[in-house]
């Protein structure tokens, strides 16, 4: 697995073995990152939060292409360490919390952009969105990218639905929040 663009481009990340953590498909990722581009434009100074973070893949890649800081959350022991020495490697502004992402606490800033990734099939999207909307987690205008299984149903709450695309076994729904 590796950056797909930006200033750590083609830099290798670290993968924990089994199936534990199931890192973002590269061609997702790739997907993901367009849809995002062609909406928001530059990811300069954005705060990023990476929940149900795993190898930091996808809150990696935002601060890649220009993102300013990144809090990625993650409740597993051997993939934080993974995440961690990710990090490492690449200099990276970012910061690690080991926890339920499910109930992420109060909330140290407001966060641009948002990556959910929750284990495929575990319902674990829909509480997580009502803690960031109820918890002061969200900027004004914040966009969420959420990555379920291909049938899951996403329930939101008040984020808006911008886009759905399907990827293989995955779906990727691209969210706003209220202004």
Request: charged share 25%; glycine share 8%.
């Amino acid at each position: 697995m590796r950056i797909i663009a930006g200033k750590w481009r083609g830099r290798p990340l670290l993968a924990p073995e089994g199936l534990a953590t199931r890192p973002t498909s590269a061609r997702a990722r790739e997907a993901l990152f367009s849809m995002l581009a062609s909406r928001i434009g530059s990811f300069a100074d954005m705060q990023v939060l990476d929940l149900f973070a795993g190898t930091g893949a996808l809150g990696l890649e935002a601060l890649s292409r220009g993102a300013a800081h990144a809090l990625f959350i993650e409740r597993d022991a051997a993939a934080v360490r993974l995440l961690q020495q990710n990090i490492a490697r690449l200099g990276a502004d970012a910061d690690v919390l080991q926890r339920d992402a499910t109930r992420p606490a109060v909330a140290p800033r407001r966060f641009d952009l948002v990556f959910l990734d929750a284990p495929y099939d575990s319902g674990a999207s829909a509480p997580t969105l009502h803690a960031l909307t109820t918890g002061d987690w969200l900027a004004p205008d914040a966009w969420l990218a959420v990555e379920t299984s291909r049938a899951e149903v996403l329930e939101h709450g008040d984020l808006t639905t911008v886009a759905e695309k399907a990827y293989g076994k995955a779906k990727i729904t691209l969210l706003r929040a209220p202004g």
